[in-house]
């Protein structure tokens, strides 16, 4: 079974600064590795997703994300963050021969002036 | 383009009715369907995936005779929360699977989810 796990459960940081989202995942067989945020009151969109191939995504927003295989890792991370990118973060994974999706706990990111 | 179209986006009910959420993929067919369950600032919970036309299948520790779930067609899912208790209150969304786009192209898209008070 896959599992993923969001440490930080916030993340507060200023405007135009950087930010960095932990996600490490456990499996036993190949995965596809997303990120997702989540606005208040709203479902999920996806940000950027990781199937194959370079181990570096980029995604909407001005997001991106490496997939590190030896460290099981998919951080997320953004180099200069808006007021607007205040939301709540979720990591997913998915085994590659199945449908569920597992989520991490999320993190709230906090963007403030 | 396609979307996930999610109704009531909040609904408020007293102990004891029913409560019906619809979820319609727009501009897609969605063989599959997914509904989770998301309590305050946790993640979201699988409850159950649904197949056009089959039973749908229920995670452990979900009763499926208080969640009823029904996908009669390629681009309607209902989940239908019978009898409802306080503790039934959440957030729910579901989630659609594109039916021609699959493997490593597959596309899930999600609702915008139903805030469900029981009073």
């Known amino acids: 079974a896959q599992s993923v796990t969001q440490l930080d459960s916030q993340v507060p940081v200023f405007e135009e600064a950087p930010v960095e989202l932990r996600c490490n995942y456990s499996?036993?067989?190949?995965?596809?590795l997303f990120w997702y945020v989540q606005y208040p009151n709203q479902g999920l969109q996806l940000l950027l997703k990781?199937?194959?191939?370079?181990?570096l995504v980029k995604g909407i927003n001005g997001f991106e994300a490496e997939f590190n295989k030896s460290q099981t890792s998919f951080h997320l991370r953004k180099p200069s963050v808006h007021i607007s990118d205040t939301a709540e973060y979720f990591c997913?994974?998915?085994?590659?021969?199945?449908?569920?999706?597992?989520f991490g706990t999320g993190t709230r990111l906090l963007v403030s002036p | 383009g396609a979307v996930v179209s999610q109704h009531p986006s909040r609904v408020i009910c007293k102990s004891g009715t029913s409560v019906k959420i619809e979820c319609r993929s727009l501009?897609?067919?969605?063989?599959?369907m997914f509904w989770y369950r998301q309590f305050p600032k946790q993640s979201l919970m699988l409850m159950a995936t649904s197949n056009e036309g089959s039973k749908a299948t229920y995670e452990q520790g979900v009763e499926k005779d208080k969640f009823l779930i029904n996908h009669a067609s390629l681009t309607l899912s209902t989940l239908t929360v019978t009898s409802a208790h306080p503790e039934d209150s959440s957030f729910y969304i579901c989630?659609?699977?594109?039916?021609?786009?699959?493997?490593?192209?597959?596309?899930?898209?999600f609702g915008s989810g139903t805030q469900l008070s029981v009073l």
């Open positions: 997913a994974v998915k085994n590659t021969g199945f449908q569920k999706l597992v």
């Open positions: 499996s036993s067989v190949s995965v596809y």
């Open positions: 989630s659609a699977r594109d039916r021609d786009r699959y493997g490593s192209n597959e596309k899930l898209l």
């Open positions: 501009d897609f067919q969605a063989t599959t």
């Open positions: 990781y199937l194959s191939g370079s181990t």
